[in-house]
Nanobody, 122 residues
Framework: QVQLVESGGGSVQAGGSLRLSCAAS????????MAWIRQAPGKEREGVAN???????AYADSVKGRFTISKDNAKNNVYLQMHSLKPEDTAMYYC????????????????WGQGTQVTVSS
């Protein structure tokens, strides 16, 4: 059974940094996409960043240059390093994965973590 557990969220002031972690277990797929997806109250889910099993990454325009997604294959962990945080980055951040070689739209991932809250104050 695939399990994703996020950690690292918190409250920071604008301009600050946070590092989110996602620990994956029960995952045996060789080709996959891992993603960080966020949802703010009253807003739709937004794909923030994703990384494929071959290491290719992609970012939302709103976070390019500020966020970096990475993975540690040995630990089955995925990370999201966030710098220069803005109040508009405030949201629940979810780790999600899809056992396909491409990354689907945010609502089409098969497995999700419980989320970790990120709050950025001005």
């Amino acid at each position: 059974q695939v399990q994703l557990v996020e950690s690292g969220g918190g409250s920071v002031q604008a301009g600050g940094s946070l590092r989110l972690s996602c620990a994956a277990s029960g995952y045996t797929y060789e080709t996959y996409c891992m993603a960080w997806i966020r949802q703010a109250p009253g807003k739709e889910r937004e794909g923030v960043a994703n990384i494929r099993s071959n290491g290719v990454t992609a970012y939302a325009d709103s976070v390019k240059g500020r966020f970096t997604i990475s993975k540690d294959n040995a630990k089955n962990n995925v990370y999201l390093q966030m710098h220069s945080l803005k109040p508009e980055d405030t949201a629940m951040y979810y780790c999600a994965t899809e056992p396909r070689p491409y990354c689907p739209p945010p609502n089409e991932y098969a497995y999700w973590g419980q989320g970790t809250q990120v709050t950025v104050s001005s």
